[in-house]
């Protein structure tokens, strides 16, 4: 039996609205902009996002911009042993912060 991936709407405006963004953008001579798989994809989404939401998602790339903002200014092995998966949103923003001010001294 297979699994049935369900999608939230809000996810699903989401990505919508940075395809449509992407797409104005890419219509600029010499500009380019990375677009989102579209929401159909579920199987990549089911991977990307297991639980459908918006709220997951938005976690989820919080979590990856720590890492790599820690690991681009530190090292990968000090980025992983950070464990954002147990810091709240605010810890974490508040660490990304520090790191970019820090850098941009």
Not at 29 to 58: C, Q
Not at 86 to 102: A, F, P
Request: net charge negative.
């Amino acid at each position: 039996m297979q699994k049935v991936y369900i999608m939230s709407g809000a996810l699903h405006d989401f990505i919508m609205d940075q395809r449509r963004e992407a797409e104005e953008f890419s219509k600029q001579p010499g500009s380019f902009m990375g677009m989102m798989p579209h929401p159909d994809k579920t199987e990549y989404w089911s991977e990307r996002v297991p639980t459908g939401t918006l709220e997951e998602y938005k976690r989820i790339e919080l979590e990856e911009t720590a890492y790599y903002i820690t690991a681009d200014h530190t090292s990968k092995s000090y980025a992983r042993s950070l464990d954002f998966s147990n810091w709240s949103d605010e810890n974490i923003n508040r660490h990304i912060d520090n790191i970019v001010e820090r850098n941009m001294l």
